[in-house]
């Protein structure tokens, strides 16, 4: 009796686990190489020829090719951490990449794969209290130690030719400008991304850019103290809901029809008049005949703007519309000004002090294509990292003294835990070891030799791995080395996530 389809493809048992297992593995490795700020990147060619050059893990797993269902598993969680917290999806590969290995080796040995999630369970759990022990006191968090999250986080990625130090200035400037309260909001920090200038040219505006031109000559390029509609629809002659056919038949009655569609056209432009509106943005398009009645009454319009609508509103605090004549006295914004710049070829709208929520723009620059790639992906990273230290206020060392630790606590703890699910806590502890490992290779050491200084170090005091010209063994808080908890929690969070996902699959159905 046939169930599947005769071109379904079924894997089952042992089979499905190693193939599963070897899937996860192969991610890792196509990114252990390129951990720490030594680490080496990788060239990128899709089928058309576009090239990537980077060492940004969640960038190389994002535009590779993967097929392989289990695989595709860790992409999407590293795609997760990524949008999250934009740090740490290289650990998290790794880690899961030896979490199977040593599962790999029980299965071997005929222990349940239960057994062994249960037990990964328990070494998520144990990791989250040895991180939580490493996060430094309030008298050591500051400023200072903000900047130096976001420069261990930027370190030996794309930055070109600007010092990494005056890139994570410019991205705390922004992170600080969005402050509501003590929390700054992620989504109210935009990125542009323009060629021309070197990457020392990046800075931060305090508002929103948004690409349009005016929608006439003769509009005034500048506005201040403006007052804002953003109107979602278009300012043209309405289509009606019916197709409907007009006979006209005398001048009269050609005369009465354009100057009723003529007074439609220029009443768009009297009810944002008489509202008092200086600046309006439409998502859809805006008639000649109403540009030029808003040029005459020296309002500056700009036409299919919808990409660009929602933070226009956001920023300038203005309630959507969806016609002129809806923009009443409480629903447009305000902005202390609003100037026409140019960008190139292009024109772009710089919308400064809005009345609405806090927002800021990173105007990143590179002198070539690939360069701004890779630049605007390191200062998005850049940001993900800073927000998560400014909001949570926690950072630990970096250097990989934090996987020591967990290691060594993994370590302690594994006698504690009942059962076989012992055997999975002590191999968790090898898998952390392998970060630091990944550090010291990336770096020209060897990686024994220093996993051993460094297990040595940490039971005296703390210290990890510390390049800055020479690689040694140093306390990272003293050398400017952290990184947000945050995205040491999510790294093992997302690596035990995937690996017992894996485990717990023993059977793969496939059809066309």
Known sequence: MFILDEDSERTAGRDAQQANIAAGK??????????????????????????????????????????HPAAQMLVDVADEQEAALGDGTTTAAILTGELLSAAEEFLDQDLHPRTIVEGYWEVERIAADAIDDCIL???????????????SAMTGKGTGSVAVDALAGTIIEAVERVDDDGTADRDAIAVEARTGRSASATEVVDGVLADADPVRDGMPERVDDATVAVIDGDLEQREPGVDTEYAISTDEQLSTAVAAEEETLVGYAESLATAGVDVAFVTGDIADRTASALASRGILAFEDVDGDAAAVAAATGASQVPGADEVEAGDPGSAGAIAVEAAGDDSVVRIEAGAGEPRATVVVRGSTEHALDEIERTVNDGIDVAVAAYNRREVVPGGGMVEVAVAERLREA??????????????????????????????????????????????????????????????????????????????????????TMILRIDDVISAD
Do not use: W
């Not at 210290?463 to 020479?470: Q, R, S």
């Open 137 to 151: 006191d309030d008298d050591e968090f500051g400023e200072e130690s903000l900047q130096q999250a976001v420069e």
């Open 414 to 499: 594994a006698a504690g835990v009942e059962g076989r699910r012992q055997l999975a806590v002590e191999a968790a502890a090898e898998a952390f070891d392998a970060v630091p490992r990944a550090l010291a290779r990336s770096a020209g050491e060897d990686p024994i030799d220093t996993l051993v200084e460094l297990r040595a170090a940490n039971r005296e005091g703390r210290a990890g791995l510390v390049i800055d010209g020479d690689v040694t063994v140093a306390d990272p808080v003293e050398h400017g080395v952290l990184d947000p908890a945050a995205v040491k929690r999510e790294s093992v969070r997302s690596a035990v996530e995937v690996a």
């Open 26 to 67: 192969a991610i890792a490795e196509a990114v252990r190489t390129t951990l720490g700020p030594q680490g080496m990147d990788k060239m990128l060619v899709s089928d058309s020829g576009d090239v990537v050059i980077t060492n940004d893990g969640a960038t190389i797993l994002s535009e590779m090719d993967i097929e």
